[in-house]
């Protein structure tokens, strides 16, 4: 290891980043030096310009995507700013403007379907688990017996996204997969283990299942893990729960973001009427 990647990565750990951040950041460190076949801190402000240019060149070919750049951009600017004090360098660099997607929604038949073709028993556990209780697929995966809150009905989400606990539901339909499954896998401590003892299942061992899952049951749209978390706050919010509740069982900070999921549930607009509907005959 390079004594710059060592320096990064020391001055990421002490500003507490995760894991997967750090390995991004490096990654695209590692991009940058290899372009060059340089250290990125004998580049200058033209040759980062270049590099990002090549980047949105492959953008607009489709080979990466905007959100792939940015994170680039992020790393860069950790690096120059933070790292080798060289701020200058990006300093005139901008982002993209923000994308506005809405999320990918299943209906609750479709929802069914899904799951009926998942023939492993630990991941329609935890992909059911996913869109029981609302939970990040990294969240999911990590969940341990002394999670499972049989009393208050509750699961304790330990440090999800922002490093933060909370709380979120369990259903009773979804206590009892719970039971079946842990009567049958008989887990000591993380409900779902990789080969290697002690070790979760990888986040990307899930992702396979689901996209094999999606083309077994013939839906026609990209699923995802995280697809059954937009389903499950979609859903709620469909069948009247307070946006308010919704932001908590999702642990984001911001009602804000919660509010998306105003824009995709498409039978709540169904059920809205026009205020053409309230005029007089005419």
Same mark, same amino acid.
């Given at each position: ?15 507490d ?7 991004a950041?490096?990654?695209a ?25 090549d ?20 790393? $860069?600017?950790?690096? /120059?700013?933070?790292? @080798? #004090?060289?701020? %200058?360098? &990006? ?26 073709v998942?023939t ?6 935890? $992909?059911?688990?996913? /869109?029981?209780?609302? @939970? #990040?697929?990294g %969240?999911? &995966? ?11 009905k509750?699961?304790?989400?330990e ?18 997969? $719970? ?45 995802s893990?995280?697809t ?24 984001h900070a ?29």
């Amino acid at each position: 290891m390079t004594p710059l990647r060592q320096r990064m990565i020391e001055d990421m750990r002490m500003r507490d980043f995760s894991k997967h951040t750090i390995e991004a950041y490096v990654s695209a460190v590692y991009r940058l030096a290899k372009h060059y076949h340089r250290s990125p801190d004998k580049l200058d402000r033209d040759e980062i310009r270049a590099f990002l240019v090549d980047l949105v060149n492959l953008v607009e070919q489709g080979k990466v995507s905007w959100s792939y750049y940015k994170q680039i951009l992020a790393a $860069l600017r950790f690096l /120059y700013r933070h790292v @080798l #004090r060289r701020g %200058e360098v &990006v300093e005139d660099v901008r982002g993209p403007k923000p994308q506005k997607r809405l999320p990918v929604v299943l209906s609750v038949p479709e929802v069914a379907r899904f799951f009926k073709v998942i023939t492993s028993l630990k991941y329609r556990t935890i $992909l059911m688990l996913a /869109y029981g209780a609302g @939970l #990040r697929i990294g %969240e999911a &995966v990590r969940v341990r017996i002394s999670d499972i809150d049989r009393q208050r009905k509750v699961i304790r989400v330990e440090q999800g996204k922002g490093k933060k606990d909370r709380y979120t539901l369990l259903s009773p339909a979804l206590l009892e997969i $719970l039971d079946r499954y842990c009567w049958a896998a008989r887990p000591e401590d993380l409900l779902f283990t990789s080969r290697v003892k002690g070790r979760p299942i990888t986040d990307s061992a899930v992702q396979r299942v689901c996209i094999q899952a999606q083309k077994d049951s013939g839906i026609d749209k990209r699923i995802s893990p995280h697809t059954l978390r937009h389903s499950f706050a979609t859903h709620l919010l469909e069948a009247g729960t307070d946006l308010r509740v919704i932001q908590v069982l999702l642990g984001h900070a911001s009602p804000k973001t919660t509010a998306i999921y105003t824009h995709v549930s498409t039978a709540l607009i169904g059920k809205t009427v026009s205020p053409l509907d309230a005029l007089p005959d005419v």
